[in-house]
């Protein structure tokens, strides 16, 4: 019985992982291509800025929010900071350092009304995705920033050691942000605030404090996505960032971390990012059409979602 119990609790437990690797061997099959290094790549690549932004939406939702706003902060903060990319104009560090200020003082907004005005996150979030993507349109009167300095494009498009920057870049976001909700007082907060808010402030937390600093969070990686977006298609256009708020709560909910609060892991939600971009890689190279799979990836964030509320629903009786 024990035994049983144990598979059980595995199978719950890792089960998005089983996912993935049955979805992997199912695409290995029905596609020649898909187990060759350059799609596995390109496939890497293209999870690697949800990956990034998903990790900051990670503590977010860990705390019981929500963000809306972070693709056309990630479309702000690029266009904004590719104007100093250009030859013969900065420094590389500039137009990184702009977007991730741009990006961490406007979700610091976020942060704000959301902690100290008691106002829905919901609500606030879609107000700032609003007013970032009417200031997009303002800021080069609706036309992309192109033309950029060689070193600018080796962020999204470089190679080191065979491995593509943005592949490594995720790598970095996710160790780093994981060993920070894993073994840091800032994480244990962060938890503690999702799973009860008062109870979280009745023992001395700072709990507007920490809710602020998530969504500064979640800002500064979409600054630094949106610069890995605008390097990788070398160009930093009006429309970048459409629907990323949607596929990186997708792939956080996937993960296993609950819209409820107080539950989650990095881990999970890289595990999230992989199965979106696997399933995408795997509908494109099966030539499936692009609106069916909006369709398809509308329907996994409702079963995800319907998922998550089952098991609440579960672990509270």
Not at 2 to 17: A, I, S
Not at 212 to 240: D, F
Request: glycine share 12%.
């Amino acid at each position: 019985m024990t035994e049983k119990y144990g598979l059980v609790g595995f199978l719950k437990k890792y089960r998005m992982f089983l996912i993935f690797v049955l979805m992997f061997v199912a695409m290995t099959i029905i596609s020649d291509v898909f187990l060759t290094r350059i799609n596995l790549l390109n496939m890497l690549r293209q999870i690697s800025i949800n990956g990034i932004i998903a990790v900051g939406m990670t503590f977010v939702i860990i705390t019981g929010g929500i963000d809306l706003s972070v693709g056309a902060i990630l479309a702000l903060a690029s266009i904004i900071a590719c104007d100093f990319a250009h030859p013969d104009s900065y420094p590389l560090i500039v137009p990184i350092l702009i977007a991730v200020l741009i990006g961490g003082f406007i979700s610091l907004m976020n942060g704000v009304i959301v902690a100290k005005g008691n106002v829905p996150a919901f609500i606030v979030t879609m107000g700032i995705m609003t007013i970032c993507r009417g200031l997009t349109l303002l800021y080069n009167r609706g036309t992309a920033v192109l033309n950029f300095t060689k070193e600018f494009g080796k962020i999204g498009g470089g190679v080191v050691l065979g491995i593509p920057v943005p592949i490594i870049i995720l790598a970095v976001v996710v160790v780093f942000f994981a060993f920070v909700l894993n073994n840091t007082r800032f994480g244990r907060y962060v938890y503690a605030i999702g799973g009860n808010k008062l109870s979280a402030r009745a023992s001395g937390i700072n709990t507007d404090r920490i809710t602020i600093s998530v969504y500064v969070l979640v800002g500064v990686l979409c600054g630094i996505a949106g610069i890995v977006l605008s390097s990788r298609v070398m160009a930093a256009t009006v429309i970048a960032g459409t629907g990323y708020e949607l596929n990186a709560i997708a792939a956080v909910v996937i993960g296993g971390t609950s819209l409820s609060g107080g539950l989650g892991t990095i881990g999970g939600t890289v595990v999230g990012a992989l199965i979106i971009g696997l399933l995408k890689n795997g509908l494109d190279l099966m030539n499936v059409s692009s609106y069916f799979q909006e369709v398809i990836q509308g329907a996994i964030i409702i079963g995800a979602v319907f998922i998550d509320q089952y098991t609440n629903s579960k672990r509270k009786q």
